[in-house]
């Protein structure tokens, strides 16, 4: 009866410890989620700000051209100078925006220096 009371005993630890590490992984996961949305809200943010500063770029070109019809050449520099800008711009926010989230997901900090160094490799 004895070593019977004994394996019982050692079956509910065993279930109890199962238990837990349910209970963590579920939890974990949780976390997990709430991270990615963080991570997608901010995305969301950057997107919205890259379309609103595109809309503006947009205009300032549009103001230009409609300023002085003869200055045609000095005009589309000036829309090539700030198109360029507008993408750093976008690379920049798309950069940081990608340390964030990664940052969120593993949970400690990233160099934010190497991973543009990364990122602005692969947007060549």
């Known amino acids: 009866m004895k070593m019977l009371d004994e394996r019982s005993r050692k079956i509910r630890e065993s ?3 199962v238990q837990k590490v349910k209970d963590q992984a579920a939890q974990t996961e949780e976390e997990f989620k709430k991270k990615i ?3 997608s ?3 969301q ?3 919205a700000r890259a379309m609103r500063t595109g809309e503006e770029a947009r205009q300032r070109r549009s103001w ?7 200055a045609g050449r000095k005009a589309r520099v000036e829309i090539q100078r700030e198109r ?3 993408i750093s711009e976008l690379r920049q ?3 940081d925006l990608t340390v964030v989230a990664a940052e969120k997901v593993i949970g400690q900090s990233l160099d934010k220096n190497a991973h543009r160094q990364i990122i ?3 947007f060549r």
């Open 15 to 17: 279930m109890d410890e």
């Open 37 to 39: 949305d963080a991570a």
């Open 41 to 43: 809200k901010e995305g």
């Open 45 to 47: 943010e950057v997107i």
């Open 64 to 70: 230009k051209r409609n300023r002085s019809p003869g």
């Open 84 to 86: 360029d800008e507008t």
């Open 93 to 95: 926010e798309f950069a």
């Open 120 to 122: 602005d490799q692969g």
